[in-house]
């Protein structure tokens, strides 16, 4: 079971890793519902994967779709890592349950409001966050903080950015500058959670449609990344460290750091400054970075809820 079971509004881009973050999140945290955003493939691609999922779950929340593109920027994708879908590798089911609105920002500001003291988990790039804020700055107020799976010290998408920011690193900068606390899970953790051959076995062997799907998924997901990498033995399977920061903390390691965004420049748009100076005269901390985490451990909990979801 869980550490603790924070209530949290999970906003997505799914996405192979984003499915495992709602999985993790089904299980784990008073899910309160789930926001979708252009990202690892198209809005319309992101929120049927998410209704996907919400089926094979059997979950009762609310799915609501975002923005479309980002805030300044042109809108990009990750068909190159997620196939053109964002869950290319598992014959999907047809969702059946509809989508419940199109304002997924509204809905972040109404839910905090009703939940005082709810989180906000964000897997996807920030713009449905960015936008909440602008519509409604008082959020900060009522939220206990944001756990984003994000930034780092190195990039994927370009050397110095991860993709989530990359996509959009002006609403990035709203939410990091926001004063709102802040968990980030980086690249520099994400990278030690590997979906390796053996452990995407686990899940094959947990039988059941759920299992299937994901393991298929998985297989799919580790040998791009093995293609594509020199030094991964699976995918890294990013996005649900951003929510067992908060439901299984004791997982990570951490340190308090500054951590800026970069929005612009053709070598540094998206890029997370994270201060790792000891110089008395620093900035402040405005985030809690994982800096490494107990991936075998880690597993386990995700290996426990997608048994516990099968039915």
Do not use: K
Request: aromatic share 6%; net charge negative; glycine share 8%.
């Amino acid at each position: 079971m869980s550490e603790s079971t924070p209530a949290i509004i999970l906003d997505c881009d799914p996405g192979h890793d984003d499915v495992v973050a709602i999985v993790a999140a089904a299980r784990h945290t008073d899910l309160l519902g789930i926001t979708t955003v252009a990202g690892n493939a198209p809005l319309d691609r992101t929120t049927y994967n998410a209704r996907v999922m919400r089926d094979l779950l059997g979950l009762e929340v609310e799915v609501h779709s975002g923005a479309a593109g980002p805030l300044v920027v042109a809108p990009a994708f990750a068909g190159y890592v997620h196939g053109e879908s964002g869950l290319d590798g598992a014959e999907l089911p047809e969702p059946t349950t509809p989508l419940d609105g199109t304002d997924a920002a509204r809905f972040i500001v109404d839910t905090i409001h009703a939940r005082p003291g709810c989180h906000l988990v964000v897997t996807g790039p920030m713009t449905n966050i960015a936008l909440a804020l602008v519509q409604d700055p008082s959020i900060r107020d009522d939220l206990a903080g944001i756990s984003f799976m994000g930034g780092g010290t190195f990039g994927n998408r370009t050397p110095t950015a991860e993709f989530n920011i990359w996509a959009d690193p002006h609403a990035a900068r709203v939410v990091v500058d926001s004063g709102i606390p802040l968990i980030m899970a980086g690249l520099d953790v994400t990278h030690q959670f590997q979906a390796t051959s053996d452990r995407i076995d686990r899940v094959r062997a947990i039988g059941g449609p759920l299992a299937t799907v994901l393991s298929d998924l998985f297989t799919f997901f580790s040998a791009n990344y093995r293609e594509r990498h020199d030094d991964l033995e699976g995918a890294a399977v990013h996005d649900p460290l951003a929510v067992l920061a908060l439901t299984h903390p004791s997982l990570f390691s951490v340190a308090e750091r500054f951590v800026a965004v970069v929005d612009s420049g053709e070598l540094t748009r998206g890029m997370t400054v994270v201060d790792r100076r000891t110089l008395v005269d620093r900035p402040a901390p405005n985030c809690r970075v994982l800096e490494t985490v107990d991936a075998p451990a880690a597993w386990d909990v995700i290996v426990e809820a997608i048994a516990a979801a099968r039915g």
